[in-house]
T-cell receptor, first 109, second 112 residues
Framework: TQLLEQSPQFLSIQEGENLTVYCNSS?????LQWYRQEPGEGPVLLVT?????EVKKLKRLTFQFGDARKDSSLHITAAQPGDTGLYLC?????????FGAGTTVTVRA | KAGVTQTPRYLIKTRGQQVTLSCSPI?????VSWYQQTPGQGLQFLFE???????NKGNFPGRFSGRQFSNSRSEMNVSTLELGDSALYLC???????????FGEGSRLTVL
């Protein structure tokens, strides 16, 4: 059972376009992490958000944490082929991570 | 600084066999976690070891087991393999119980 719901499941866009992926839960997060996983590799941490309403930027990536700490979004501006990958959100609970199913993003050149 | 190393990267087994996967964490990291990744279930937590002790365990049958050695290297074992055990098994390490997790590239297991 997935405690985190990610949408959309798949996203295919042209280089230069913007995209947003979402992560939602019915319960409050103490903290939320976003990872990117490229084919043949393990997930790599992009960001950790802790405070409700928090916004973090990482170059062209913008991460938002909802005020109620039940949802988060990842926005990519002017996507590039190098942004292609599986984007995963995860919540921390008792030293383990619980992941969403992920959003597969494909950026076409 | 070397990353998390997992061996073997790929392996094929048949139903009923057992398999052992190995993970060498980043030097100085004492916590090692294992995750199973499948297309249907996504990433699922298996267990976590810290200083040779299993500290947390996910919802997997007893066929899945692990251990950690004094040098922090970890192994996981799956006995009596089933077709549904086909997956990418990921190991992750961190310095302590909190902090950033660093994942290895995984061991892809195919059960025929």
């Amino acid at each position: 059972t997935q405690l985190l719901e990610q949408s959309p499941q798949f996203l295919s866009i042209q280089e230069g376009e913007n995209l947003t992926v979402y992560c939602n839960s019915s319960s409050v997060f103490s903290s939320l992490q976003w990872y990117r996983q490229e084919p043949g590799e393990g997930p790599v941490l992009l960001v950790t958000v802790v405070t409700g309403g928090e916004v973090k930027k990482l170059k062209r990536l913008t991460f938002q944490f909802g005020d109620a700490r039940k949802d988060s979004s990842l926005h990519i501006t002017a996507a590039q082929p190098g942004d292609t990958g599986l984007y995963l959100c995860a919540r921390t609970n008792d030293y383990k991570l619980s992941f969403g199913a992920g959003t597969t993003v494909t950026v076409r050149a | 600084k070397a990353g998390v190393t997992q061996t073997p990267r790929y392996l094929i087994k048949t139903r009923g066999q057992q398999v052992t996967l190995s993970c060498s964490p980043i030097s100085g990291h004492r916590s090692v976690s294992w995750y199973q990744q499948t297309p249907g279930q996504g990433l699922q937590f298996l267990f976590e070891y810290f200083s040779e002790t299993q500290r947390n365990k996910g919802n997997f049958p007893g066929r899945f087991s692990g251990r950690q050695f004094s040098n922090s290297r970890s192994e996981m074992n799956v006995s009596t393999l089933e077709l549904g055990d086909s997956a990418l098994y990921l190991c992750a390490s961190r310095w302590s119980g909190t902090g950033e997790l660093f994942f290895g590239e995984g061991s892809r297991l195919t059960v025929l």
